[in-house]
């Protein structure tokens, strides 16, 4: 059964940087979108980035446009997240996830998931 691991969350102060990363292990050929959500304390679930994972193209939320930066490595089936200039209203838990195609941002649409790494951001 294919699972996803995070990992690289944190606390930091703002204008800090982080860089966490998925390892995919399994078999994701099926997985054509790869993504990173996060969720604050009493808030829903957003997405801040996807990629295709075949093309590389990638999409952020406008909140974090010009400061994360999405990307992944094939061949070590591994999904990345840098977060440079972070800011305190970054802070939640942040999710890696999968779906076979880049339908949108909806959670739902997404039916593989990471277990979470928290990152703490203060001011």
């Known amino acids: 059964q294919v699972q996803l691991v995070e990992s690289g969350g944190g606390s930091v102060q703002a204008g800090g940087s982080l860089r966490l990363s998925c390892a995919a292990s399994?078999?994701?050929?099926?997985?054509?979108?790869l993504a990173w959500f996060r969720q604050a304390p009493e808030k829903e679930r957003e997405r801040v980035a996807r990629?295709?994972?075949?093309?590389?193209?990638?999409d952020y939320a406008d909140a974090v446009k010009g400061r994360f930066t999405i990307s992944r490595d094939a061949a070590e089936n591994t999904l990345y997240l840098q977060m440079d200039n972070l800011r305190p209203e970054d802070t939640g838990t942040y999710y890696c996830?999968?779906?076979?195609?880049?339908?949108?941002?909806?959670?739902?649409?997404?039916?593989?998931w990471g277990q979470g790494t928290q990152v703490t951001v203060s001011s």
């Open positions: 996830a999968a779906a076979q195609l880049c339908l949108g941002a909806d959670p739902k649409l997404y039916n593989l």
């Open positions: 399994g078999d994701i050929s099926e997985k054509n979108c």
């Open positions: 990629i295709n994972r075949l093309s590389g193209s990638a």
